[in-house]
């Protein structure tokens, strides 16, 4: 067993090519100029620029927060490069015109968007949005969405074709005071993905963005706002990759969505970006604000996350529960091996009547590393009869990793209904024997076991993402039990 | 100096107070120097404080303060505090230990209970090896205070191989007539293969004033040896009481603790059990029943440092008025301590609309064959248990308190000394009236 451990703990991160695409960099370092920079490569109007400002000048004031069981080099953020985009970054009207080192970028991370352009017409067709560093390269599928009135595209050209939305609630759910990345972020964000469904609308695709970190030196900061009008639905899926460097960089996002009445937002995350080498040298600093708020009543929103990669996570997805009858997700499994460190979980903020929050989370840690779910579930006094159940399941793969659940619940309502369930344990081996027998090799029945011990989240996930989620499960685990 | 020390903090006042008074205090005055400088460096954490979130201590430390402490205590005026009628009692009286209140005739061979400062000099060996070396004054800032401040409190030997049967009961009375801070202090050791029960309970007689009791107790249950450790918590509504139990636990040893809080402006309980060796075993029970505008706040740590312990808590609490109760579990599973099984379990309800609970059950692991599980409920009274009891024939009210006594029996029932748990049950049957 022992090999197959060795042997599958080698396995290289398969994403960590470098392309050599021509990008347009700011110089490196944050001030008032840097941001006046990007604001101004990006062409925004005033107001944007001064809530950059603001945001910034509220940042210098603020710490960085030290209370996650995380433990790391502290950033230098002067020494990033706040604004790198692939050059050429004029609009372009078809793919013929996409940078052919981009594309080829595109194929080997298994992205296809001309073969998605020849299956046009098939039922189960995803819409994509591609952002390369910081900057959103292509939008699939515009109009076919545009006909039914959905705006998706890409948060610089949110900004310029539909300000009154993005000035309504850009901020509204996340205010750049909340913490020291989200300040960071509003300062210098320079793109992302906008989406906004009109009243009754259900969305006849899944909509999904892809995230990779190019260029070196660089940070990634993008922006999502997704707001989902009265009856509608939507499913969005991210995915990120980033190439292998030495250096740890610094992905510092903001996710904001907005739910009105009877509407249902599904956010769906396989986050995998490098997560350094098997010394813990390198990775991606993930440190990613997001947030939805059920704003009237009877809407769900519904986060899902599978987190494999990344040096270090941490990453709270929220929902604020705030009309009557609404419904709060969150699904996740975070897989660490090696020397990667998350400290993961959810909010649950419980405001209006009969509210709802279901939360299920299995950690799964190897190597040395360390897997921590901290999570609150807050009852206001408002809530009557909120209704929580948290189950947090962590899964120890060797004797030199640590799981960690620290669960905050504070319950000011007496007719809320909470429970929360825990427990840490390791692959039974009485399991593993009876693959063994049947003719399972060591190998295959740990993944049986790990993908039966995450299929309450797997099975959230839509179904292409589903199949890459328990691929990657594999991969990133694969015979790792000591 | 009058008018300066008025308008300064209770910080700057506590650090005026050591700097008078050390050099009456007894035993080491280097670390009593180290332990003010501790606690100087923390400071008296607010609530950006992890550990003290849900605690206002500000609250705790509102308003004027005196340090001296006065014996005024009568025999008759303690006598009913002596529940237990078979057992041997000791009085501390605002901290300090009194030796005429207490009845200790006819101890066992083997069996010194006496005061601390006697201790130090008397049992000056034992004292060393055990006083403070378990209580870390780096890791909260009320432990410091309370070993740079302590002038008394308690010390209890149990030589190897004595079992002694009857139980200790030792009852801390606060009796102030001003607003008072004291620092009780006890160091209690259980040696191989000893057997012991002790009880303490903190009540308040006779008192005008606010009293804030920060009280430090050390326990070492040696090898073989088991210790039933209870606490009764029943102080009034000037009793602010700010409680620190530090266990170590060596070889086989089996501990039990069980924490009753029925009563108090604002109770914290800080609770830490400290597996050093293997085959451990370590219970904890708590019960918490709060009302009015009471806070109540159990932290407890449970840490698991060599393989093959058992460690299992349950805590429990009924919240009604306006009160606040928290609970704060971890357990710390080191990397050695394989084949541990540690589970916790912590269950509330909430009976009126104003109460509030936090509660936050940690694991933290560090080890891969260990059978680790929490779990926390919180809801209110069950309405169809409610509906079938009124079915039939028994009253709302009744109905309510049955429901509630049931729910307290499972951490009740635990208790092995009958006169206490007929006490307990009293009290808990008191309030619910």
């Not at chain 1, 970190?213 to 939507?234: C, K, M, N, P, W």
């Not at chain 1, 279901?358 to 840690?365: D, L, P």
């Not at chain 2, 009880?199 to 090898?223: G, L, M, P, R, W």
């Not at chain 2, 049955?402 to 499972?410: D, I, R, V, W, Y």
Request: glycine share 6%; charged share 25%.
């Amino acid at each position: 067993m022992n090999e197959v451990l060795e042997q599958k703990l080698s396995t290289e991160y398969k994403y960590g090519f470098v392309t050599d695409i021509d990008a347009d960099n700011a110089p490196k370092g944050l001030n008032e100029d840097i941001i006046r920079f990007i604001s101004a490569k990006k062409n925004e109007p005033e107001w944007m620029l001064d809530y950059r400002l603001t945001a910034f000048r509220h940042w210098i004031t603020m710490e960085e927060p030290k209370w996650a069981h995380v433990s790391y080099q502290k950033p230098d953020f002067q020494d990033i490069i706040y604004y790198s985009a692939p050059k050429p970054k004029a609009v372009l009207n078809s793919l013929d015109e996409v940078d052919p080192e981009l594309l080829k970028t595109f194929q080997k991370l298994g992205i296809s968007i001309l073969e998605q352009e020849r299956l046009t017409g098939v039922e189960n067709r995803i819409a994509l949005d591609i952002i390369v560093d910081s900057v959103s390269v292509s939008t699939t599928y515009k109009k076919t969405l545009a006909e039914k009135g959905i705006i998706f595209c890409s948060f610089g050209e949110a900004i310029q074709e539909h300000p009154e939305l993005v000035q309504k609630y850009m901020s509204s759910v996340i205010p750049y005071t909340d913490n020291f990345y989200a300040a960071l972020n509003s300062a210098v964000f320079t793109d992302g993905t906008f989406c906004y469904v009109p009243k009754g609308v259900r969305c006849p695709m899944e909509l999904s963005t892809y995230f990779r970190i190019e260029a070196a030196g660089t940070g990634q900061f993008e922006r999502t706002l997704i707001i989902a009008d009265e009856d509608s639905y939507v499913s969005y899926l991210e995915g990120c990759t980033a190439p292998m460097r030495d250096e740890n960089q610094l992905h510092a996002a903001v996710v904001e969505l907005v739910a009105h009445k009877n509407a249902q937002i599904k956010y769906s995350t396989v986050q995998n970006w490098y997560p350094g080498d098997k010394d813990g040298k390198g990775g991606i600093f993930n440190f990613v604000t997001k947030r939805g708020i059920c704003l009237e009543e009877n809407s769900k929103i519904s986060w899902t996350q599978v987190e494999t990669g990344s040096a270090i996570t941490w990453k709270y997805p929220s929902v604020i529960l705030k009309g009557d009858n609404s419904i709060g997700e969150f699904y996740s499994v975070a897989l660490t091996n090696n020397y990667q460190q998350a400290d993961t979980g959810t909010k649950m903020i419980h405001i209006g009547k009969n509210t709802k929050s279901t939360i299920i989370s299995k950690g799964i840690s190897a190597g040395y590393s360390n897997n921590s779910y901290r999570g609150l579930v807050r009852i206001g006094k408002g809530a009557e009869n909120a209704r929580n159940f948290s189950q947090c399941d962590s899964l120890l793969m060797t004797d030199q990793c640590g799981a960690h659940t620290f669960p905050y619940i504070e319950i000011k309502n007496n007719t809320a209904i909470v429970e929360h369930e825990a427990t840490t344990s390791k692959i039974g081996e009485d399991q593993l024997f009876y693959c063994k027998q049947r003719g399972i090799d060591t190998e295959k029945a740990i993944g049986l076991i790990v993908n039966g011990y995450c299929k309450d989240v797997l099975s959230q996930l839509p179904m292409e993402f589903a199949v890459e989620a328990q691929k990657l499960l594999e991969v990133s685990l694969e015979g790792s039990v000591g | 100096m009058e008018t300066a020390i008025k308008t300064s903090t209770i910080k700057d006042k506590l650090i005026f107070e050591f700097e008078t008074s050390k050099l009456f205090l007894f035993g080491d005055t280097q670390l009593r120097d180290q332990a003010m400088e501790s606690f100087y460096k923390q400071g008296i954490p607010d609530r950006k404080h992890e550990e003290y979130k849900y605690t206002p201590i500000a609250l705790m430390l509102k308003g004027e303060f005196d340090f001296s402490t006065s014996k005024n205590c009568s025999d008759e005026q303690i006598e009913p505090l002596k529940f237990l009628k078979e057992a041997y009692n000791v009085i501390i009286e605002n901290g300090i230990f009194v030796e005429g209140l207490s009845n200790l005739e006819n101890l066992p061979k083997g069996v010194t209970i006496c005061s601390l400062v006697n201790a130090a000099t008397s049992n000056s060996a034992l004292f060393e090896k055990h006083y403070a070396q378990y209580a870390d004054i780096k890791t909260d800032p009320f432990i410091a205070l309370n070993t740079a401040m302590t002038k008394d409190g308690v010390f209890i030997h149990i030589a190897k191989n004595v079992i002694i049967e009857k139980p200790i009961h030792v009852i801390h009375i606060s009796t102030a007539s001003k607003s008072t801070i004291i620092h009780p202090r006890n160091l209690i050791v259980v040696d191989e293969n000893a057997q012991a029960k002790i009880i303490e309970s903190f009540e308040t007689v006779d008192s005008k004033a606010k009293t804030f009791s920060n009280a430090v107790t050390e326990i070492v249950v040696d090898k073989h040896a088991i210790l039933d450790h209870y606490k009764i918590q029943d102080e009034n509504e000037l009793g602010y009481l700010m409680n620190t139990t530090q266990v170590i636990q060596k070889k086989q040893s089996v501990f039990s603790t069980h924490t009753f809080t029925v009563s108090g402006a604002l109770v914290r309980n800080n609770l830490t059990l400290v597996l050093d060796d293997e085959h451990i075993e370590s219970h904890l029970n708590g019960l918490y029943i709060t009302a009015g505008n009471q806070v109540v706040d159990n932290h407890t740590v449970v840490d698991h440092r060599k393989p093959n312990c058992n460690s299992n808590e349950l805590y429990k609490g009924i919240i009604d008025g306006k009160s606040t109760a928290t609970f704060n579990g971890k357990i710390f599973v080191r990397k050695d301590a394989q084949k541990t099984n540690a589970f916790q379990s912590n269950k509330n309800i909430l009976l009126s609309e104003d109460g509030t609970i936090n509660t936050k059950p940690q694991l933290e692991i560090y080890a891969d064959d260990v059978k680790c599980s929490h779990g926390t409920s919180t809801g209110k009274l069950d309405q169809e248990k409610i509906f079938y009891l009124q079915a039939r024939g028994i009253g709302l009210t009744n109905a309510k308190k049955l429901l509630m006594h049931a729910f307290a029996s499972e951490v009740v029932n635990t208790l092995k000394i009958e006169a206490l748990r007929d006490y307990i049950e009293g009290k808990i049957a008191k309030t619910f009236e």
